[in-house]
Structure formats: structure tokens, C-alpha cells
């Protein structure tokens, strides 16, 4: 009798072990449930929560996904294109946007198309006669609308594209090649003076298209301002019009420049063409209009040791000048 007691209590404490222990051996029905996961497409649990696709188009090698991207219309060089016809630069523009639509688009589908093809989006930036701002085009003159309205709309929108690259995904900023801007007279002090701090944070910029249109007086002082506290050596390519000649004293790799276009048609003009001299050392080729030869003089061309090529455009000049001009060469 006193040991039934005592084996009821051994047998007791071993089967309170046993369930204190963990159970080495799942469940039947825990066997069958792994077995259902693993017919499922593989999918890989990030931190977030979210699940990543591996198949399909988003796990697409970056050389298929660029040889799709080919098949996009290619944007026309930016320094090649002339300033004097507003409707070649309007069918680009649209043409662009249409491009550019399409790759914001896929951007949206998911993380791997969103990694590949944004650096790309972001590549230029580009504010100027014919682009599309939101639903509406800028600089079409449509009833009712006015220069400051296109001035404001255009210069919103140059302030809006650098504050994406610079402030909402910094790390787009490297990827700024291209600079093709149009600046019109509103909130001008502002505007370049943004223009200018966020251009030193585009490392591999190296091609600038700049067009200042202004008819305030102070406009020039304003210009130089607004550079004057900066360098830009990643810049070697420079098409500029207006009071944008201002901006190339800060570009000391400088190699090709560019006068040519609407607002540049007096002297003086081209006297502010003679402060490159000793700002841009290394200029290898230049484009100005006949007219401004006589205005840059002998000195100007002595000035550049390494200047190989000097482009002469004929365009609005009458033709006793230009056979007198022709001759003479």
C-alpha cells in the first residue's frame, strides 16, 4: 500500500515533464500545410511586409529592359537644336513627354522596374517652350493667356524638378546629365538663385542648355549674382542665350560654347562673350554669329590656346554681308 502511492506520484511528475517539454514532432497537419506552401510561387518576405515578385517581367536581366527601352522614341541632342523655331522645339518636348510618361509608368509596377528605369527619367532636366506642366502646355499661346502666366507656369515648374532630384530622392542627382532650361521673368532672383546651388549637385552634368529672358533692367547683375558664389568643372558642353553667358565664367571646363539664338542680337551682348577670356581656358570650339566677329575681335581668338574650331552662323544677316563675308574667306 505505500508504494502504490509512490508510483502514482513518479507517474505524476514524468508526465508533467513530458508536457513541459516540447514536442519534437509536428503535427500531421502542419506536415500537409508545408507541403501546399511549396507548390506556391516562390515569394521572399522583406522586412516591410511586402513581397517581392521573382518571375515575370520585373526579374527581367537590366540588358533586356534597356533593349526594351530602345524602342522609345531617343531624344534629339539638345545642343544641335536650334532656338529660332518654336515649333521643332515643341514637337520634341511632346515627343519626350510621351517617352517619359511611358517610363514613369512602369515605374509604378514594381521596386525592380522602379530601380532601373527612374536614373533615366531623371537624366534631364528639362523646362522650355512646349512641355507639358500637369494637364496643360506651357508656352502656347492659347486666348487668354499671358507672358507672366507662362513665365510663372514654366519657372514653377524648373523649381518643382529640382526639388525632386534634390530634396524628395537626392540620390537621383547624380543622375542629372543634361540641363535644358528656360527662365522667364518671374520670381527671377529666386529662381536662379535655386538654379544655381543645385547645379553644384549634379556631379556628372555635363551639358547645359540656359536661356534667361528678362527685361528687368537689373537682370544681368541678378545673373551674376546668382553664379557668382559657384563653379560648375563638371560642365563641358554650354548653349546659352540671353543673359546665360554670364554662367559660363563659372564653367572652367568649358569646351564648347554656344551664342547663338534669340536674345543675343546687340554688342553688348557680345562684349560680355569677351569676359571668357581667362574663365574658360580650355575652350576647344566655338559658334557665334557672324555679326559678333568684329564685336570679339583678333585678341578674343588669340585668347584660347587649345580653340579649334569656330562655327559662323549666317541667320539674319543680309546677304551683301554674308557674300562680302563669304568672299573674304
Known amino acids: 500500500m505505500e508504494d502504490r502511492p509512490r508510483r502514482m506520484v513518479t507517474r505524476s511528475k514524468v508526465l508533467k515533464v513530458q ?7 509536428r503535427p500531421l497537419t502542419t506536415r500537409t500545410n508545408k507541403k501546399a506552401k511549396s507548390a506556391r510561387p516562390e515569394k521572399i518576405e522583406v522586412k516591410d511586409g511586402a513581397r517581392i515578385n521573382t518571375r515575370g517581367l520585373p526579374m527581367l536581366p537590366d540588358e533586356l529592359l534597356l533593349e526594351i527601352m530602345s524602342f522609345l522614341p531617343p531624344k534629339s541632342d539638345l545642343l544641335s537644336m536650334e532656338l529660332t523655331d518654336p515649333r ?31 536614373p533615366y527619367i531623371w537624366s534631364r532636366i528639362e523646362v522650355h517652350h512646349g512641355i507639358r506642366v500637369g494637364e496643360a502646355v506651357s508656352a502656347v499661346w492659347n ?5 507672366a502666366n507662362i513665365g510663372r ?60 529672358s528678362s527685361s528687368k533692367p537689373m537682370a544681368v547683375k541678378l545673373v551674376g549674382e546668382a553664379f557668382s558664389s559657384y563653379l560648375y568643372p563638371q560642365v563641358h558642353l554650354a ?32 562684349a560680355l562673350a ?44 543680309n546677304h551683301d554681308l554674308t557674300k562680302s563675308r563669304c568672299s573674304a574667306r
Open 143 to 147: 486666348r487668354g493667356s499671358t507672358s
Open 239 to 270: 548653349l546659352v542665350s540671353g543673359w546665360g553667358i554670364r554662367f559660363l565664367r563659372r564653367c572652367p571646363s568649358l569646351r564648347l560654347a554656344n551664342f547663338v539664338g534669340h536674345g543675343i542680337r546687340e554688342s553688348t551682348d557680345y
Open 19 to 25: 508536457k513541459d517539454r516540447p514536442s519534437t514532432n
Open 153 to 212: 507656369m514654366l519657372n514653377a515648374e524648373l523649381v518643382r524638378q529640382l526639388e525632386i532630384v534634390t530634396v524628395r530622392d537626392p540620390s537621383l542627382a547624380k543622375s542629372v546629365k543634361f540641363l535644358n532650361v528656360e527662365v522667364r521673368d518671374y520670381s527671377i532672383p529666386t529662381v536662379l538663385a535655386e538654379l544655381a546651388r543645385c547645379m553644384t549637385l549634379f556631379p556628372n552634368l555635363h551639358s547645359v542648355k540656359l536661356d534667361i
Open 88 to 118: 521643332d522645339l515643341a514637337q520634341d518636348a511632346s515627343d519626350y513627354a510621351a517617352k517619359r510618361d511611358t517610363l514613369m509608368a512602369l515605374t509604378q509596377t514594381c521596386r525592380n522596374l522602379r530601380r532601373f528605369f527612374r
Open 274 to 317: 569677351g569676359q571668357l577670356m581667362g574663365a574658360c581656358p580650355r575652350l576647344e570650339n566655338l559658334k557665334v554669329s557672324i555679326g559678333a566677329m568684329e564685336s570679339l575681335g583678333h585678341e578674343f581668338m588669340q585668347a584660347f590656346r587649345h580653340l579649334r574650331i569656330v562655327d559662323l552662323d549666317f541667320h539674319s544677316f
